[in-house]
């Protein structure tokens, strides 16, 4: 709850290592091998790490989930494939950390999708017997199901939150730190928002970002109309930005979304 305070208020881990330094024989080096091409160690990967998935699978939706029957489980294999391809070395992360937030994501995109459908639906299909030969209330049945999604909102908001308050950690940000140079006026924050997600659509200017843990303000003076001293003095705050709509964090993303049209309308 703190970092959420915190991060409401801004619209530790180590650090890790220099980039690119995995032996080729550990999990993340293997990764490497995959993108390259290896698609034989592809499917190995995939086939091996399926207790690892049904294990994440079952967690997040609370119960046992049965490879062979629920849908669930092809639904995280494919997060698990996706998490393959889009793993890079330069995130800090190791793959498994990477490999589940995908996982959960696709999950969750999956969950509302299902759910999306269900509310479609009139209540009364909801009307089964048990085993008892009893109906079940197709109105406990809808609140149940708004229920489940509440609080898988707040459990995977919060994984959310700590998933990113770690990537701050790499360029030495921390929630404290975004409080403090969070702008107080309503324009210059509009105007950094602007820039921080023009430097989240350029991947060569993302990827200098994470190489060399430094905001390329050099770049962004050559593509923008704006100061050095602005840059400069709004680094920590730019970086933030820019993380969150590059990364995996639609929670926190809608915060920025809602942030930036509550501004726009009291401007």
């Known amino acids: 709850m703190l970092l959420l305070v915190l991060f409401k208020r801004f619209l530790g881990k180590p650090k890790h290592?220099?980039?690119?330094?995995y032996n080729t024989d550990s999990l993340e080096g293997q990764v490497l091998k995959v993108q390259d091409g290896d698609l034989l160690l592809r499917n190995q990967m995939i086939t091996d790490?399926?207790?690892?998935?049904?294990?994440?699978?079952?967690?997040?939706?609370?119960?046992?989930?049965?490879?062979?029957?629920?849908?669930?489980f092809s639904i995280a294999l494919d997060g698990f494939?996706?998490?393959?391809?889009?793993?890079s070395a330069?995130?800090?992360?190791?793959?498994?950390?990477?490999?589940?937030?995908?996982?959960?994501?696709?999950?969750?995109?999956?969950?509302?999708?299902e759910q999306r459908f269900q509310l479609q639906v009139p209540l009364s299909s909801f009307e089964v017997q048990d085993e008892e030969n009893q109906i079940i209330n197709p109105v406990e049945v809808h609140q149940a199901v708004l229920h489940y999604e509440n609080e898988r909102i707040v459990d995977d908001r919060g994984t959310e939150i700590k998933d990113f308050s770690e990537d701050l950690l790499?360029?030495?940000?921390?929630f404290t730190d975004l409080t403090e140079c969070s702008p107080k006026h309503t324009d210059s924050r509009i105007m950094l928002m602007g820039i921080g997600q023009f430097l989240a659509s350029d991947?060569?200017?993302?990827?200098?970002?994470?190489?060399?843990?430094?905001?390329?303000?050099?770049?962004?003076l050559n593509e923008l109309d704006v100061s050095r001293k602005t840059l400069e003095r709004?680094?920590?705050?730019?970086?933030?930005?820019?993380?969150?709509?590059?990364?995996?964090?639609?929670?926190?993303?809608?915060?920025?979304?809602?942030?930036?049209t509550s501004t726009e309308r009291s401007g």
């Open 17 to 21: 290592e220099q980039p690119g330094a």
């Open 49 to 72: 790490y399926q207790p690892y998935i049904a294990k994440i699978t079952s967690r997040f939706c609370r119960r046992y989930i049965d490879p062979a029957r629920d849908d669930e």
């Open 81 to 87: 494939n996706e998490a393959l391809n889009k793993f």
């Open 90 to 113: 330069e995130s800090g992360r190791s793959f498994l950390s990477f490999a589940e937030t995908v996982i959960r994501r696709r999950l969750i995109d999956y969950i509302r999708k």
């Open 170 to 174: 790499v360029y030495g940000i921390t």
């Open 203 to 220: 991947d060569k200017l993302m990827l200098m970002l994470r190489t060399k843990r430094m905001l390329p303000i050099k770049e962004l």
């Open 234 to 260: 709004n680094r920590k705050y730019l970086i933030a930005v820019a993380l969150i709509y590059s990364g995996s964090y639609p929670y926190l993303r809608d915060y920025l979304y809602g942030d930036s």
